[in-house]
């Protein structure tokens, strides 16, 4: 059997299963790649809102990964909720790893509404984050807040001008209608992905969303198709959602592989 791609996942545990580390992990395996993790923070969440991070020390979470990165190359990487800033500018040292490519959820906001980012946060992600980054997957409010721009669209054209390579911003935040539009930004154009807006509320969708589209660049797929096939898969992963809970409803990674 031929070996899979590894994807190295950086991000915080959800314990409700539905978003974070464990999204990346079941979208890796739904999707043909290994999955590698490093866990920036636990936190005290349920389906309906993040209530507390619990970021790891940072010496801990860079020796964890310089053990990791020493032994194995990943075929990409993905970062998600990094929790504390005070991390971020050695993971940027040691992820500025040429022919790497980096897909970056700037994971600022719960959609349940709780903050999960300061401002010393989000100003690290600006400086020395974003200039790594092949590609961004913010929603709106997201795209807003990273770029000091009201306007989503100029605010994803000026996260490129910061260094994203691209960036695919996401609508579902704020969509009106049957329609949810995604807005993709990249070196040659810009394009729209239209799908029809599911019923619920989803807690996991940027996670599960960013770590498919890792899993085909880690493939060598060209950037418009990945998007384009990870739309895909999580809208068919949402509209498998289940309701476990009280709050949102959570995605389902792995339903082709249910018994
Ligand atoms: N908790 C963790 C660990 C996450 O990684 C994320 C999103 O990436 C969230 C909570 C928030 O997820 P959502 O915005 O889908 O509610």
Known sequence: MQERPTVLFIGGHDPSGGAGIQADIETAQALGCRAASLVTCLTT????????????????????????????????????????????????????????????????AASGGQRLADERLVTAIRRHLLPLTTLLTPNRAEARR????????????ELRCLGAGAVLLTGAD????????NRLFHETGEQDFNWPRLPHSYHGSGCTLAAACACGLARCGDLV???????????????????????????????????
């Open 45 to 108: 969440q349920d389906s309906r809102n993040v209530r507390a991070l619990h970021p790891q020390p940072a010496e801990d979470l860079l020796s964890q990964l310089d053990c990791l990165l020493a032994d194995i190359r990943p075929q990409a990487i993905k970062i998600g909720l990094l929790g504390s800033a005070q991390v971020i500018l050695s993971l940027a040292e040691r992820l500025a790893t040429p022919g790497v490519p980096l897909v970056l959820d700037p994971v600022l």
């Open 146 to 157: 990273l770029a000091m721009t009201a306007e989503p669209d100029t605010a994803a054209r």
């Open 174 to 181: 704020e969509a009106r209608g049957d329609q949810v539009i």
């Open 225 to 259: 198709s990945v998007t384009e096939q990870a739309q895909a898969w999580t809208w068919q992963a949402l509209a498998h959602a289940e309701h476990p809970g009280h709050g949102q409803w959570l995605p389902r990674h792995l339903a082709e592989t249910e018994p």
